[in-house]
């Protein structure tokens, strides 16, 4: 027979455990900066091609120029820097 939350006690033993296999939050962190660098650096080179094609007109213009702002402070971010 069960003691009255033993459960519970042996959950918050577990969750105190790191577990086997998973990396240190900081590492993670790390590993998800260098993702989404490297996800941002392949959109800027997507983004150069967009502005080579004969597509132009004032609103597309300003939807790149955006889209360039936010790949560049997403990038700036993942580097450490300030806005």
């Known amino acids: 027979m069960?003691?009255?939350g033993s459960s519970s006690m042996a959950s918050d033993d577990n969750a105190m455990k790191p577990r086997e296999g998973k990396l240190?939050?900081?590492e993670e962190l790390c590993l998800l900066k260098g993702v989404?660098?490297?996800l941002m650096?392949?959109?800027s080179k997507v983004l150069a091609q967009i502005?080579?094609?004969e597509v132009s007109g004032p609103e597309?213009?300003?939807l790149i120029?955006?889209?360039d702002?936010?790949?560049s402070y997403t990038e700036r971010l993942c580097d450490g820097q300030k806005g």
């Open 2 to 4: 069960k003691a009255v």
């Open 36 to 38: 989404v660098t490297s």
């Open 51 to 53: 502005e080579l094609l």
């Open 60 to 62: 597309v213009d300003e």
């Open 41 to 43: 650096h392949d959109a």
């Open 24 to 26: 240190p939050p900081e």
């Open 65 to 67: 120029h955006l889209l």
């Open 69 to 71: 702002q936010y790949l």
